[in-house]
């Protein structure tokens, strides 16, 4: 770990995150612009969220399969709107074997149009369906402007595809899907994001409709960190996904798909990380526990190490991720700072006094300073560690919930909304034209976000035309 200070995120926060990805050993360049090289400790948190998410994927009756990394070409121009959102991104590729293809592949950019075709061969009665398969996998979209984990040319994600007999059923699961996301981001990120709908132009490629997760930035930026699709029979028009319903009448399915990918390990990193570093929710940490001895001579260290031992396996033995810091040549001091730095939720602290009193100095990283120091015995230290990784859990919510509302504001004008996305979000009423957005992006750069699913519930006139509006949306600048 470099020794010199990171940026502040006032001074700069996209150095800051992108020396905090680097520094934590997240991530790292590869090669080839734009890509990224996942390293251990950013690959083992990408674990503890696959592992919360699968989880309620199977709770709601879902089940995983892997479809190839190589689509025809001519699949993704079967639906008009997938291939003209998708191609500018496209990786294609022309030679195989040495030899020039008859049709060019594509390397995936998503999984709709190869998934859609072979829902085609099983789907053949109002039987075979629901089918609920999920994806975990990684896709390429040749993108200009890159950075680690928000935006790279090969992310790693899951991609779930549903298809059902009719559109509310298809309707309610990309609902149901939209609710597991918020649900993963709240209770396992700590992340609290807002629930709520796409506008047209903000909608995926190929989409009736288009649902989103949003988040908000340390540096007051949206980002868009899950979305689940309501496909209607776009798909399933263009791939032939047919069945016979109950009155042998042939129909076309209802079809959706939802994603969440390695950007959510961005928003956590840009929600929670403070000026000394990451700061990780213990409920995905993949280490929720560093202990740290703390001895100046060879006697102490006697004295200590034991201590340390046995406590450590108390600790492991009741469940937590834990790591005992045993690096002979590192003070105290530079090991603090270094977990600091990896977001590490709580730190353990064992020296001679501790060993004396049977105690240890427990340290949250949420945090910092003597506020979040505090001594405790070492009986019973499991169910205090456990409480304390719960109090950190919530507190991380709460400080984050607390910091984006604290940046939500409704404008009452068009000059304050402009105001307004400059350092935070705007909620303001709007009337649904694509002109009034448009002009919001031109003006400020900010997009609509979302349409969120709680709305007032009366009427209003929109912030950019004054016409009549039935519904509130929010404006943001966003990654
Ligand atoms: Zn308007």
Redesign the pocket.
């Known amino acids: 770990m470099s020794s010199e200070k990171l940026p502040t995120r006032n001074e700069n926060f996209s150095e800051w995150y992108n020396q905090i990805v680097l520094r934590a050993e997240m991530a790292d360049y590869a090669p080839v612009r734009g890509c990224m090289v996942v390293l251990p400790y950013g690959w083992a948190l990408w674990e503890n969220i696959q592992q919360a998410l699968d989880r309620r994927f199977k709770e709601t009756g879902h089940v995983n399969a892997a479809f190839p990394l190589l689509i025809p070409m001519s699949f993704l121009e079967k639906e008009k709107e997938h291939v003209e959102g998708f191609s500018p991104e496209l990786a294609v590729v022309t030679i195989g074997g040495g030899e020039k293809l008859e049709e060019p592949l594509v390397v995936r950019p998503t999984s709709e149009t190869i998934i859609g075709y072979m829902y085609a061969k099983w789907i053949k009665s109002h039987r075979d369906l629901p089918v609920l398969i999920n994806q975990w996998g990684n896709v390429v979209r040749w993108e200009m402007r890159t950075k680690l984990f928000l935006r790279t040319l090969e992310f790693y994600w899951q991609e779930g595809h549903t298809a059902h007999a009719t559109a509310e059923e298809a309707q309610e699961e990309t609902f149901r899907m939209l609710g597991v996301y918020a649900d993963f981001a709240i209770n396992e990120a700590a992340v609290p994001v807002i629930k709520g709908i796409k506008s047209d132009s903000e909608k995926f490629a190929g989409a009736v409709q288009s649902t989103t997760i949003e988040a908000m930035m340390g540096d007051r930026r949206a980002l868009q960190t899950g979305t689940s699709h309501f496909l209607g029979q776009n798909f399933a028009q263009a791939f032939g996904i047919q069945y016979l319903d109950r009155n042998n009448q042939l129909q076309h399915a209802w079809t959706t798909s939802w994603g969440l990918s390695t950007r959510m390990i961005g928003a956590i990193i840009m929600t929670h990380g403070d000026d000394q570093g990451l700061i990780l929710p213990p409920r995905l940490a993949p280490i929720q526990v560093v202990v740290v001895p703390i001895y100046k001579s060879e006697a102490e260290k006697s004295l200590v190490m034991p201590v340390v031992e046995r406590v450590a396996a108390e600790l492991k033995a009741a469940g937590f991720r834990l790591k005992v810091d045993s690096r002979e040549e590192l003070t105290p001091g530079f090991k603090f700072n270094d977990w600091e730095m990896r977001g590490v939720p709580l730190r353990v602290e064992i020296g001679p006094k501790d060993v004396e009193k049977s105690s240890v100095a427990l340290a949250r990283r949420d945090m910092p300073g003597k506020a979040g120091k505090s001594f405790v015995s070492q009986e019973g230290l499991a169910s205090q560690v456990d409480g304390m990784l719960k109090t950190i859990q919530q507190a991380m919510l709460e400080h984050a919930t607390a910091f984006r509302d604290s940046h939500i504001h409704q404008p009452g004008t068009y000059a304050e909304l402009a105001e307004i996305v400059q350092d935070g979000w705007a909620f303001a009423w709007?009337?649904g034209?694509t002109a009034?957005e448009a002009r919001v992006k031109d003006d400020t750069k900010a997009t609509t976000r979302c349409i969120p699913l709680d709305q007032p519930g009366s009427r209003g006139e929109?912030i950019?035309?004054g016409?009549q509006?039935s519904q509130k949306v929010y404006f943001a600048r966003a990654y």
């Open positions: 709007w009337c034209d009034c929109c950019v035309c016409k509006a």
